[in-house]
């Protein structure tokens, strides 16, 4: 069927005189409610789930608070397990020409020689991960190591850096 108005075969006098049919958009029904009433139906989920989660979160700290005011034992929270083994230290030893010897992926064991007591060994095996540069002339302060240890032993190494003069020896 075109867009304009069928003529009708005889000319009748009933018959209106043919005129072109406008342009207009193609209708849509019955939409434009169901988009709205969808979108409110999502929210009203969304808040749903967010006051679940909200709920059980109050539940578990009032049932741990309520256990505790009938004396009994505070539940026991775990520290979280430790990511890193090996961290990174920066030690001052006291000789810098031993330190000139050193290169990344040496093994060394570091002592501490204090004044009054016989020398110790703080870290044994330690991994050297940086040495300063050979060109780079240090004073009498030494030079800066870094090695790779567990943390434990760099809590060590920091300790017996702050009161004994620290060497190496090559493993």
């Given at each position: 069927m075109s867009r304009t108005a069928q003529v009708c075969p005889a000319p009748l006098p009933s018959c209106p005189p043919a005129r072109p049919v406008p342009s207009f958009p193609p209708l849509r029904v019955g939409r434009g409610g169901d988009r709205l009433r969808r979108?409110?139906?999502h929210r009203r989920r969304a808040a749903s789930?967010?006051?679940?989660?909200?709920?059980?979160?109050?539940?578990?700290?009032?049932?741990?608070?309520?256990?505790?005011?009938?004396?009994?034992?505070p539940p026991v929270?775990?520290?979280?397990?430790?990511?890193?083994?090996?961290?990174?230290?920066?030690?001052?030893?006291?000789?810098?020409?031993?330190v000139r010897l050193l290169r990344p992926?040496?093994?060394?064991?570091?002592?501490?020689?204090?004044?009054?007591?016989?020398?110790?060994?703080?870290?044994?095996?330690?991994?050297?991960?940086?040495?300063?540069?050979?060109?780079?002339?240090?004073?009498?302060?030494?030079?800066?190591?870094?090695l790779s240890v567990p943390r434990e032993t760099a809590r060590a190494l920091v300790g017996a850096g702050a009161v004994a003069r620290l060497a190496v020896t090559l493993c």
């Open positions: 979108a409110v139906r789930a967010g006051l679940a989660a909200v709920a059980v979160a109050l539940a578990a700290v009032g049932a741990a608070q309520a256990q505790a005011s009938r004396g009994g034992a929270v775990k520290p979280p397990p430790e990511a890193v083994r090996t961290v990174s230290a920066p030690v001052r030893i006291a000789d810098a020409a031993t992926g040496d093994r060394v064991d570091v002592v501490a020689a204090e004044r009054a007591g016989a020398p110790r060994v703080v870290a044994a095996g330690a991994r050297v991960a940086e040495v300063p540069d050979p060109g780079k002339a240090e004073g009498d302060g030494g030079a800066l190591v870094v």
